[in-house]
């Protein structure tokens, strides 16, 4: 089964930038999704169609695609960053929905 | 505004039924432009995705899930379910709906508070 694969943490110190990256086979030929989730609270999309960036989601939020990777990118991390990133998108055909494992981002 | 909120039983036992119903409030789930899903959480672990439908009852799901899952909606009532077989305490979690941001777009952009359910005796 298709899977895609995250780090399972990042750290940075607050105003640096945060990198987190989501790799897959499908992802040339499929968009890319990002969610932030903060505990006890359900998931918010933060980047869509791999770069798109939804009404309300700070400008800070960036993301990126090449090859077989994608990319969020937070600038000037702030403390209020801190929380669970997962990565969505689908298989080659489009069949069905994965997520990423998710990566775990603390400020220090 | 759109809202989601699931309902259901807080509990289940091994090897019974675990059934799930999204209540959408605010617009129409009949609307021509969005799928709507079910995604999942265990505790302490990451999201998974279970599976979908759009309003005509046309329906996609999970392969690893397939064969216990369907995923229905009563476009009366404005609300899509899901019924899940044979658990076992590996289908323990925080159940979410949501919706897909468009038919083309499958990204979640609304989602419901999320429910949780335990698989126990």
């Known amino acids: 089964s298709y899977e895609l694969t995250q780090p399972p943490s990042v750290s940075v110190s607050p105003g640096q930038t945060a990198r987190i990256t989501c790799s897959g086979d499908a992802l040339p030929k499929q968009y890319a999704y990002w969610y932030q989730q903060k505990p006890g609270q359900a998931p918010v999309l933060v980047i869509y169609?791999?770069?798109e960036r939804p009404s309300g989601i700070p400008e800070r939020f960036s993301g990126s695609s090449s090859g077989t990777t994608v990319t969020l990118t937070i600038s000037g991390v702030q403390a209020e960053d801190e929380a669970d990133y997962y990565c969505?998108?689908?298989?080659?055909?489009?069949?069905?929905?994965?997520f990423g494992g998710g990566t775990k981002l603390t400020v220090l | 505004q759109l809202q989601l909120q699931e309902s259901g039983p807080g509990l289940v036992k091994p090897s019974e039924t675990l059934s799930l119903t999204c209540t959408v409030s605010?617009?129409?789930?009949?609307?021509?432009?969005?799928?709507w899903g079910w995604i999942r959480q265990p505790p302490g672990k990451g999201l998974e995705w279970i599976g979908s439908i759009y309003y005509s009852g046309s329906t996609y799901y999970n392969p690893s899930l397939k064969s216990r899952v369907t995923i229905s909606v009563d476009t009366s009532k404005n609300q899509f379910s899901l019924k899940l077989s044979s658990v076992t305490a590996a289908d323990t979690a925080v159940y979410y709906c949501?919706?897909?941001?468009?038919?083309?777009?499958?990204?979640?952009?609304?989602w419901g508070q999320g429910t949780m359910v335990t698989v126990s005796s």
């Open positions: 949501a919706r897909h941001l468009s038919r083309e777009l499958k990204a979640f952009d609304i």
């Open positions: 969505q998108s689908a298989d080659s055909s489009g069949t069905y929905e994965v």
């Open positions: 605010g617009g129409s789930i009949s609307s021509s432009s969005y799928y």
């Open positions: 169609k791999d770069s």
